[in-house]
């Protein structure tokens, strides 16, 4: 935890918001080389200013950074600085990514197909079905669920993924220490156990108005593309759709009845480009372009060894768009044991991995 305390310190310091702090680590590559770093080279910096310069110079900031990290030590939280190896590549590609996310749960979970699904507080029934239908449908694909921890379609979201088997992410719009809404604590330590929770906000900072849009740009900015199920005009819902819009990502909105307010969101969004949606099947044809392994799957095994006959004919037809265990015996023509069979050695190989719902992809 040590070597997260000038990462911290700089978070402190008054006039580095987020798009400084990045050019700050583009150019000096770590914090405590910022801090040790002379005026003219500081000056260097786009947006740098002699005002930042010596606050750096003269922070004395490091007691409070020190309790801190006492509380995140005692919380089991783990810090992910902008250049670490689990930090999300799409996340850090945007243009003002956090420089430091806490994290509790599982981080490798961030870069495991990352799909958000966010709609309104107050959803229907309708709405209700419809989240669950393409939550659980992404989840039993192996897709992680990503979503805004909120009441409402949030929440339908992140239980319908867990309920499935399946990863989500929930988002906060406070410290991670701060739950909010308050009577989502046990979904919060259900998601901690299977998933990940993430802020970008200091320890003991309350869920205020202001912090869920910031919030909304991660929740965007994580994943292969957003999914908004209802919303009403000007809500959440929509920054968040935009926000993936501006990163290029994908949108995809799903119809609802004309009468209802909370159809009004993704009624706009389709007008204005987004994906008709009505079908995980949808979703997946539309971002399969753009899926990759996992990181931090090592790709070593891939690479050395060398498949022959019935393994690499199978292996031939699978590919990072996961395909399901029936689809691959019609594929293939094969009975289901032998196709059982070559997948658990190609498993075992390293070059093969089993999402939820017997689905398949290279690895």
């Known amino acids: 935890m040590k070597q997260h305390r000038d990462w911290l310190a700089l978070k402190h310091i008054a006039g580095i918001g987020n798009v400084l702090y990045k050019r700050l680590i583009e150019t000096f590559k770590t914090p405590e080389a910022v801090f040790s770093s002379d005026k003219a080279r500081l000056l260097s910096v786009e947006g740098m200013s002699t005002d930042v310069i010596k606050a750096i110079h003269d922070f004395k900031g490091f ?78 694909m192996g897709f992680t669920i990503v979503s805004g921890f909120a009441r409402g379609i949030d929440g339908v979201a992140h239980r319908t993924a867990l309920a499935a088997g399946g990863k989500t992410i929930a988002v906060m719009g406070s410290g991670i220490d701060r739950i909010y809404p308050p009577e989502h604590r046990r979904l919060f330590s259900e998601i901690a156990q299977n998933g990940a929770i993430l802020s970008e906000l200091p320890m003991g900072t309350e869920p205020e108005a202001h912090h869920f849009p910031q919030r909304n740009r991660i929740i965007s900015g994580l994943s292969l593309g957003c999914v908004v199920v209802e919303a009403a005009s000007g809500s959440g819902s929509l920054i968040t759709a935009r926000l993936a819009l501006e990163q290029g990502r994908e949108v995809f909105a799903v119809p609802g009845l004309i009468f209802s307010e909370t159809s009004r969101g993704p009624h706009q969004l389709i007008s204005s480009g987004a994906k008709l949606t009505t079908s995980v099947e949808d979703i997946v044809e539309e971002i399969k372009d753009e899926m990759r392994p996992p990181q931090g799957i090592s790709s070593a095994k891939r690479e050395t060894t060398t498949l022959e006959g019935d393994e690499k004919v199978l292996y031939q037809m699978l590919s990072w768009e996961p395909k399901q265990m029936d689809q691959i015996i019609d594929e293939s023509h094969w009975p289901a044991a032998t196709v059982s069979g070559i997948l658990l050695s190609l498993e075992l190989k390293g070059m093969v991995r089993q999402m939820s719902g017997q689905f398949f992809v290279k690895i």
């Open 63 to 140: 007691d409070e950074v020190d309790r801190e990290l006492e509380i995140i030590a005692k919380e089991e939280i783990s810090l992910l600085p902008l250049n670490d190896p689990d930090y999300p590549p799409l996340l850090s590609a945007i243009y003002d990514p956090p420089p430091l996310l806490y994290v509790k749960g599982d981080r490798k979970v961030l870069n495991i197909y990352p799909i958000a699904v966010v709609g309104t507080r107050k959803n229907t029934p309708y709405g209700r079905a419809v989240a669950e239908k393409i939550s659980r449908g992404l989840a039993e």
